[in-house]
T-cell receptor
């Protein structure tokens, strides 16, 4: 089955700096890659996604890049703010959804 | 985006009692819903796939008689934790896929005393 690895597991950045979270997957059939943000005590919320026919997608301060050849995709958050502090999950999906193990991001004011 | 709700948001119960958690798709129909369990500082663990009008599909290691799932309509799936014990205390989250993306409910925190 699919195996999605996510790194780092924890990340601390100063407010205003950028944060990058990376994921790798193993199933070549995976063609859709969403990212979720989970705040404490809440369900995960979709923040951005990318499909396999696109290499990069941006939405304001958030961007995702995809390298299908290398089977990895990354989440980039620029100009981080304290409210960006949360756990972020990547996912890869073809026939099933596979989640990464999560990255706890802390933005230090 | 699509909206998925859960009820209750948190529940405390005595050991041995049963607890029912509802998951609703508010603005779309969902023939399939998913139930996850999440322990503190851990990722989502898929428990089962709920299918409208048929039996749920449980992941390996999940007791189907312990975690009863009923998907009686296109907008409602329920998870009943039967004879709950303290080790069942956890954060339970449901999700649905209106198109290709999973949308999650806000979660239900269960504490069994």
């Amino acid at each position: 089955g699919e195996n999605v690895e996510q790194h780092p597991s924890t990340l601390s950045v100063q407010e205003g700096d950028s944060a990058v979270i990376k994921c790798t997957y193993s199933d070549s059939a995976s063609n859709y890659f969403p990212w979720y943000k989970q705040e404490l005590g809440k369900g995960p919320q979709l923040i951005i996604d990318i499909r396999s026919n696109v290499g990069e997608k941006k939405d304001q301060r958030i961007a995702v890049t995809l390298n299908k050849t290398a089977k990895h995709f990354s989440l980039h958050i620029t100009e981080t703010q304290p409210e960006d502090s949360a756990v972020y999950f990547c996912a890869a999906t073809g026939n099933q959804f596979y989640f990464g193990t999560g990255t706890s991001l802390t933005v230090i004011p | 985006g699509a909206v998925v709700s859960q009820h209750p948001s948190w529940v405390i119960c005595k050991s041995g009692t049963s607890v029912k958690i509802e998951c609703r798709s508010l603005d779309f129909q969902a023939t399939t819903m998913f139930w996850y369990r999440q322990f503190p500082k851990q990722s989502l663990m898929l428990m089962a796939t709920s299918n409208e009008g048929s039996k749920a599909t449980y992941e390996q290691g999940v007791e189907k008689d312990k975690f009863l799932i009923n998907h009686a309509s296109l907008t409602l799936s329920t998870l009943t934790v039967t004879s709950a014990h303290p080790e069942d205390s956890s954060f339970y989250i449901c999700s649905a896929i209106p198109w290709e993306t999973q949308y999650f409910g806000p979660g239900t925190r269960l504490l069994v005393l």
